[in-house]
């Protein structure tokens, strides 16, 4: 009995420590396993460090743009290289650079505006202005100014509207049009509006679609992004070459976005042959797919999309209204000035529809499809006096317009072109175009254009080509026209 006492506490002592030596196996191998994954992530963390520093280091060398590479053209760890240098530098922080606060003095000493002594400063609501639609005031204008009969606002400057001077004239008219439009017909309002703030501003995607390569004018597409910079969050570019096995042209577009951008740009070039792959919504995928794998960027309800063509520059002041004020927009067309060959010259329609901008949280009715979005649009941004933009129809050179007339046929729509004579000889050269250009014909050889001029014309063209002049000469200069060097010698004077 005894003996097989001991026997049975020899067993459980053998036991026990068989299963103390099984626990410190166990914990040893998670020791090791925990400290392994530690090694691996210490070692991502610092390299992940040395690629920022470098991508830094990079950009601010360059000053210049963030490229997001196209990854069905490349493989997937260039794509991934190209993705590093997606460092966000986006316009949705403004607000410190595009509005000032008016300050109250309870002495008047150096003061934006002057309040009697006995108000409570500290009651006064602060009052921000927005920059580019306010006036300086005077001191004079200040102590004329009743502010015991009305609130405290901004001065604003003429074309500007508003307690803070934020409201363009185009979003003037435009909301006075459609709020009568709406009581009338019991439509729903196309925008529903809130005070500025820097805590309410969204992005906004210029989703540009440049059809075919040969038909594009660098000058006016550098116009086009130069003057939406500072406005836009992302640029969505996508295009197509008529010649597929013509790989330069693609390293080409690059060379040119890169000298032309200093933001984030997305770009993709259609595949496919007869470019069927280049619907809207095939590139509106693929973009959000970039901008997801690549920036690690997720678009949001409340986002802003701007959908155009390589003809169009949208006007830069009532798309930063949109962004600050408008928390939903439904699709807006834009009603743009008509401009043919360049901006001295314009349709007897005047204007034309094109272009549209909604919050994204709209185009799951278009299915995804910033094309059917504009088709399905029913609100208008602009009349026939005050533009959303401009849109630029054949401005390029004769030349290519008469590349562009031979390849018509091949494309969805044709151009109403009238041949120089009826003889069998008859044919389409520069020289025709040129001349058409310079007498102020369109290309059906019947419409008279008319003529501008930016001394007597309010919209003569966009603000960065006038200011630029020197860079868009070809498009603000009418070189073919006899008259050219008095319009040159009246702009100098």
Request: hydrophobic share 55%.
């Given at each position: 009995m005894a003996r097989s006492t001991g026997l049975s506490q020899i067993v459980a002592g053998g036991s026990g420590r068989l299963t103390i030596t099984k626990k410190l196996v166990l914990?040893?191998?998670?020791?090791?396993q925990l400290g392994f994954i530690g090694c691996i992530w210490l070692l991502q963390m610092n390299r992940s460090q040395l690629l920022q520093q470098t991508s830094v280091s990079t950009d601010s060398d360059s000053g210049r743009v963030h490229f997001v590479g196209n990854a069905r053209n490349s493989k997937f760890n260039k794509d991934q290289r190209r993705g590093l240098h997606c460092v966000h530098r986006e316009n949705v922080n403004r607000y410190q650079q595009d509005f000032y606060q008016m300050k109250a003095d309870k002495f008047n000493r150096s003061a934006d505006y002057a309040m009697p002594a006995y108000v409570d400063l500290e009651l006064a609501p602060a009052l921000w202005c927005y920059q580019e639609g306010t006036l300086n005031e005077t001191s004079a204008q200040r102590n004329d100014r009743d502010y015991l009969m009305a609130q405290p606002q901004c001065l604003c400057d003429s074309g500007w509207h508003g307690r803070d001077c934020g409201q363009p004239e185009i979003i003037w008219r435009a909301l006075m049009t459609h709020s009568r439009a709406s009581k009338r017909g019991g439509y729903e309002a196309p925008l529903k509006l809130h005070e500025a703030s820097a805590t309410s501003v969204k992005r906004l995607y210029y989703m540009l679609n440049l059809g075919d390569w040969e038909h594009i004018n660098l000058e006016l597409l550098h116009l086009q992004l130069r003057t939406l910079i500072e406005v836009v969050d992302f640029?969505?570019?996508y295009y197509y070459v008529r010649d597929s096995r013509n790989h330069l042209i693609g390293r080409q577009v690059e060379r040119n976005l890169n000298s032309m951008l200093s933001s984030n740009y997305v770009l993709y070039k259609c595949k496919g042959l007869g470019h069927v792959n280049c619907s809207g919504a095939a590139a509106y995928g693929h973009f959000r797919h970039q901008l997801w794998t690549l920036c690690s960027v997720q678009v949001q309800a409340t986002d802003l999309i701007l959908y155009g063509d390589r003809e169009t520059v949208f006007s830069p002041a009532a798309l930063k209204y949109l962004k600050y004020y408008a928390s939903d927009v439904l699709p807006l067309r834009f009603r743009l000035k008509h401009n043919i060959y360049g901006f001295y010259w314009q349709h007897p329609k005047r204007t034309r529809l094109s272009g549209v901008i909604s919050s994204l949280v709209h185009m799951h009715s278009a299915q995804m499809d910033p094309q059917r979005l504009e088709r399905q649009a029913i609100y208008?941004?602009?009349?026939?006096n005050h533009y959303g933009g401009w849109s630029c129809e054949f401005c390029m050179s004769s030349e290519q317009i008469v590349h562009m007339l031979q390849t018509s046929s091949v494309d969805s729509g044709s151009i109403p072109v009238r041949l120089p004579n009826k003889t069998r000889?008859?044919?389409?050269?520069?020289?025709y175009v040129q001349k058409l250009m310079g007498t102020g014909v369109y290309l059906d050889g019947s419409t008279e254009l008319l003529r501008?001029?930016?001394q007597s014309e309010k919209y003569f063209a966009p603000d960065t080509a006038i200011l630029h002049s020197s860079q868009f000469g070809q498009l603000l200069y009418n070189m073919y026209d006899v008259n050219v060097?008095?319009?040159v010698q009246e702009d100098e004077d």
């Open positions: 914990w040893s191998v998670l020791v090791v640029f969505l570019i208008t941004l602009g009349d026939l000889s008859a044919r389409i050269d520069a020289n501008l001029r930016q060097l008095d319009d």
